[in-house]
C-alpha cells in the first residue's frame, strides 16, 4: 500500500509502516516525501472524515501545489480546512515559508 492509494482513508496509524510520513522520513529522508506528506508531519492528525495527509493534499490543492501561494496564506484562511486550528495553520504557514525560500532561520 501506498500513501496515494484507496487505502489512505484510514487512519495512517494503519498504513504500512514504510508507508506512514514520519517512518518514511526517518527511513528514506525528506526527498523521499510529498509536500503533503510533509505537511502531514507538521500538522499530525487530520479531521473525522480525512488523515492528515488527505487535509494537507486538500489545502496545497487549494493553491495549485504552490508553496509560495501556501506561504502566502493566512492563518484564519487556513482555519477555515476542518481540523485545521490555529496551532498548525501557525506551523504550516511558518514552516511553508522557509520551503518557499523565505525568511528561513540562520
Do not use: C
Not at 495512517?12 to 502531514?40: F, H, M, N, T
Not at 504550516?92 to 540562520?106: F, K, L, M, N, V
Request: hydrophobic content about 40%.
Amino acid at each position: 500500500m501506498t500513501a496515494y492509494s484507496d487505502d489512505s482513508r484510514k487512519s495512517i496509524k494503519q498504513w504500512a509502516e514504510d508507508d506512514r510520513p514520519r517512518e518514511k522520513l526517518l527511513l528514506k529522508g525528506k526527498a523521499a516525501l510529498s509536500d503533503a506528506e510533509l505537511i502531514a508531519i507538521l500538522i499530525s492528525s487530520g479531521n473525522t472524515t480525512e488523515s492528515a495527509v488527505e487535509l494537507s493534499r486538500r489545502i496545497l490543492l487549494s493553491v495549485s501545489d504552490n508553496l509560495v501561494e501556501l506561504s502566502r496564506m493566512s492563518v484564519s484562511d487556513l482555519m477555515k480546512f476542518k481540523g485545521i486550528g490555529e496551532a498548525k495553520a501557525i506551523s504550516i504557514t511558518e514552516h511553508s515559508s522557509w520551503d518557499a525560500g523565505e525568511d528561513q532561520p540562520r
